[in-house]
DNA sequence: GTGAAAGCGCTAACAC
DNA sequence: GTGTTAGCGCTTTCAC
């Protein structure tokens, strides 16, 4: 049988089609009987909105694309980072009956613009949310707002800008473990930088500068090593960091996914965590809890900040509401078994 | 400025709208130099066919939907099941052109198939990606069928069916596995099986017997633990089977996130792997190259799976190709370092 | 090979 | 409060 349209409906409530759309669409204006009258109708057709014809006609439509680095470039997916993006997100479109598009992209590809331009006019998404790092790079968020499709940066690493973003802490969170890892005695604590390219992981680097300062240690250069984010190279990192002669006795990775790195690295010299060595890493993606030790992390708000996104995106469908907005959400410390008092000696 | 139409391309390539639509969907009938007229006139407008007009008048779209447990029931969010088939599923929308819809659902609740109408009508999607165990739950399967729109199944457990499916060989791979710990002169093996709803898994079950039979060792009821897919459960049922008095040597969990759940009670209770316990598992999620030792698993071709399904739907677009076919694709063993010789004495 | 006209099912603007 | 009338930008007949 065929699906029956507006018109079914207005007829068989004995009303126009235009009555129809604004119970729809809980417009005002619509006297109670009359809404009764045609909400019956509607269960009675089993009637449904077309979308596609909602979308052509009103220029929007009730979905939300999630856009991030495309994690199968990663030697291996940080899945856990992509998840709580998602688990977000999908949180705030099932409130709101909303569905979410993904698309992973490659940032490396020329290509990109393309291809984020191709998504937004085959989907026509009401808003985008943009991660990071994605969300820092200037091509990237022009070639979006080019469409005028509404935007949300997640931790665009600089100040804020002009733009709907949401933040975290992430400078603060790593000077708060850095010297958290002070606290516990260590004197030599070695930091594992995150991809460059990635201003919010930046920020990390920052923090544990400061935290260093606060805590009355000194910084120095050979404690401090170059990853891009990946398992792999935390690995590398930390392979390197533990064969220095005055080897550190804590490491602090600027992602989860190095920290793991930095864990196996350490297990396979025969360095034992926490005893001989302390480890932190950031995001508290869901390994940190199922690897042993668990894994001492900051907690960054993933999953509400994307959540936070999402609401924002498909709340301000009505057109636009304060144009540039911060939202801040903090981040928190999770302190676990990796992490402990530093060694008698080193 | 405002977007063209394909109204504009027609008058500025001096040709009707209909010729215009026939160079975009590559159709036939159309003279060459007709074409090329039509396609230059397109990139000088920066034309771009709005989706929502086509999917209206078309009763299509270049969406298709994949739908899964939501994993964030669990306890621990089983993310590199699900990153896989993104992945998968993602791989063959870029090739296509299609974009790629999520929605995790949750079969425990009532208004699952609500739920999923609404996803439909709402994205109209070209298709739809049934993981298991929603796949092989004939409830959710009907609703989607009499939505009318194109369903593949992934792992629906039983035979086949008379629908479209992509399976692999749970069974055959899982008596391989067995037989392998076995013939590591392992005699308790024991088994942890999985969420009794998802019958993809429970076919594991069978393949562990017959892997048994095969490998000359008899079966054991009190070998065998009731896991429900989790971490947390893999954990608990190890906990149990750990503290047997004649404990097995080998633990075979039906998944990927049980047998990590082994692997920290065994890491618990003092027992070292692969040296005292040989623990395997099945999917090969990132995890599995994650943890120390690294898992000894089955790799369950998700993302070949996933891929496959989505350029069936993608192809079918044109109607209905062969309506009833099961394609199979088969798993192989991962020999990794949490399996090992028999220890001498239990 | 190509084009004209008729919708697809809805929302928007304005009339009543 | 409610209805009327145009479109939204495309695909589909079917005629030429």
Redesign the interface.
Known sequence: MKRSTIFDVAKLAGVSIKTVSRVVNHEPNVREATKIKVEKAITQLQY??????R??ASHR???IGLVYDD??AYE??S??Y??RL??GA?AACRAA?F??????CNYRKRQVNAEL???I????PAGIILAAPLSNMPKIVRAIEATGTPLVQLSPGNGGGKRLSVVTGDRDASAEMTRYLASLGHKTIAFIKGHPSHKAVANRFLGYCEGLEEGNLKFSDRLVADGDNS?GSGEACAEKLLKLKNRPTAIFAANDDMA?GV??AA??LGIKVPAQLSVAGFDDI??A????PTLTTVRQPLTDMAELAAEALIKGKNGSESKSSVQHIPAALKLRDSTGPAPAQA
Chains 1, 2 share one sequence.
């Open positions: 449904r909105p077309d979308q596609s014809a979308n052509l439509s009730h979905m994690p199968s291996i997916p899945s856990g992509v998840m998602q688990q999908l009956n569905e979410l598009l993904i698309h992973p331009t191709s998504l006019e085959h989907a026509r398992f793991v864990m196996r297990s396979r869901a390994l809890r199922q690897i042993n």
